[in-house]
Antibody
Framework: QITLKESGPTLVKPTQTLTLTCTFSGFSLSTSGVGVGWIRQPPGKALEWLALIYWNDDKRYNPSLRSRLSITKDTSKNQVLLTMTNMDPVDTATYYC?????????????WGQGTLVTVSS | QSVLTQPPSVSGAPGQRVTISCTGSSSNIGTGYDVHWYQQVPGTAPKLLIYADSNRPSGVPDRFSGSKSGTSASLAITGLQAEDEADYYCQSYDSKMGGSVFGGGTKLTVL
């Protein structure tokens, strides 16, 4: 049974750096064809893909946010970290992490519950 | 603007059939990359509904079906039920982005 859970601050100030942790169980991020991704959703708006990290430590970022994002994994702890610098009120959103399938097709099959991050002074 | 285009809203009466379209381009759906669909009930996380164009994960009713042609894909829901009222998102891989892209979402209202 695959589960994921996001954790991190619920409130950050503008210009600060956000660090979110995704703690997962039920799979290993060292297994070929597996990844973990981060997706966010501003209140009342659509989903936006942010970043992906694969079993082989390959990383992908949304080009529009690449300069502000960093994704890393700690396989021994079953965790994936997302760092976003220079936070702005427009970054207020629910941030989700999800298990990503890379087996000739690419999709998110299990999602965490999400964590709401508000950016405000 | 989302890379994949969906209608903002659709509606139907209980028992009816509705479809939701998802239009992409030559760097995503048009290249042949699979389309996947998610259902999101307000206040909850998205749930995988259809993967690889037309496959249903275990537990998803066969009232939900997906198809793809050219640069577009569609999600069809037959025998509409009140519990189907939710937001629906399509997703694919985009070679220019080097990662995933989502549609803007479609709100389904069951009348």
């Amino acid at each position: 049974q695959i589960t994921l859970k996001e954790s991190g601050p619920t409130l950050v100030k503008p210009t600060q750096t956000l660090t979110l942790t995704c703690t997962f169980s039920g799979f290993s991020l060292s297994t070929s064809g597996v990844g973990v991704g981060w997706i966010r959703q501003p209140p009342g708006k659509a989903l936006e893909w942010l970043a992906l990290i694969y079993w082989n430590d390959d990383k992908r970022y949304n080009p529009s946010l690449r300069s502000r994002l960093s994704i890393t994994k700690d396989t021994s702890k079953n965790q994936v970290l997302l760092t976003m610098t220079n936070m702005d009120p427009v970054d207020t959103a629910t941030y989700y992490c999800a298990h990503y399938v890379l087996q000739g097709t690419y999709y998110f099959d299990y999602w965490g519950q999400g964590t709401l991050v508000t950016v405000s002074s | 603007q989302s890379v994949l285009t969906q209608p903002p809203s659709v509606s139907g009466a209980p028992g009816q059939r509705v479809t939701i379209s998802c239009t992409g381009s030559s760097s995503n759906i048009g290249t042949g990359y699979d389309v996947h669909w998610y259902q999101q009930v307000p206040g909850t996380a998205p749930k995988l509904l259809i993967y690889a164009d037309s496959n249903r994960p275990s537990g998803v009713p066969d009232r939900f079906s997906g198809s793809k042609s050219g640069t577009s894909a569609s999600l069809a829901i037959t025998g509409l039920q009140a519990e189907d009222e939710a937001d629906y998102y399509c997703q694919s891989y985009d070679s220019k982005m080097g990662g995933s892209v989502f549609g803007g979402g479609t709100k389904l209202t069951v009348l």
